[in-house]
């Protein structure tokens, strides 16, 4: 499986929190021959089971991404312009300048546009740009846009995705579809490799908006352990290193109260076995991820966390290493493939 082309694939589609329709399409195309059952939960989650070779009943370990991006919606219409309202964490200063497409009645192109400096007043000119005065232009005379758009319609980024040198791809929505790239290798290593443990791969939806499709599914698959996969923050200029993880140096393995120690010390083994290189990431309190969600359902779920380096999160260039999102996938494929029938995440060595 072609890293570059399943990444190019999977970030230049739009699916907005909520909106994720598009990407779970791909997915059904994607998992379909790396998997034994395919399905989806009530939510929109995607499952995709792959049967292990244990005694049943086995236990079930499940990799969940999530699948949705950060965007935005129609929140008016002026005179054929779109007045806009945030889907997820969007920082409006990337904002002005930028191609969209409007998911109305049919898909529009637009541009993200705002008042000229020439007349914007001196004293306002250094300060960030308020929602109102930040709109979309599709182009189209006023009575076309009433009839094609309504309030409420996505708006997502319109992004090719790139190669920079060094092996760096930059785009839309690497936050978080590295990761679901990651997992799909994952899947793909998998078919050539035996697993005791049933492995669900879950592509989760909702995740920007409140971990949505993690609560939902995990409470669905029911899993003896889980690992969540996501992004971190990559070495960039204006971060203290204490706060970010060298981009092309592997994946990172969170360390906190949200992962189970047996769990974590599981991963390292298994990345060190295997000579792929890691960073630790350590997380204090609520990390932020499908991971917090996961932890807490039904009874409780010993889980851990595989990240991504991602630099200039939550902007339409976000920057990733292609070899550290497949060592991610080769670590995923690895930890289920060395999983004992017999093993359990327990308390027992807990001091």
Known sequence: METISLLRKLTEL?????????????????????????????????????????????????LAAHMDEIGLRVAGIERGFLRLAEVGGIDRRVLPGLEVVVHGKRDLHGVIGMRPPHVIPHDQRDKPIPWAELFVDVGLPEAEVDEWVRVGDPISFYRQMVELQGGLVAGKAFDNRASVAAV??????????????????????QEEVGLYGATTSAYHVAPDLAIAIDVTFARQAGLSDDRVFAIGEGPTIGIGPNFHPQVVEKLKSTADAHEIPYHVEPAPGRSGTDAWAIQVSREGVPTGLVSIPVRYMHQPVETAAVKDIERAGRL????????????????EDEA
């Open 184 to 205: 799909t290798l994952a899947l793909h290593a998998l078919t050539r490799m035996s697993h005791a443990w049933d492995v669900v791969a879950v592509a989760t939806v």
């Open 332 to 347: 995923l494929a690895a930890f289920a493939a060395g999983l004992a029938a017999d093993f359990r995440p327990g308390w």
């Open 14 to 62: 739009p699916g907005l929190s909520g909106h994720e329709q598009p990407v779970r399409q791909l997915l059904q195309e994607l998992w379909s021959p790396l998997v034994d059952e395919l399905s989806e939960d009530r939510l929109g989650s995607m499952i995709g089971l792959r049967q292990g070779s244990g005694a049943v009943p086995r236990p079930r370990l499940m």
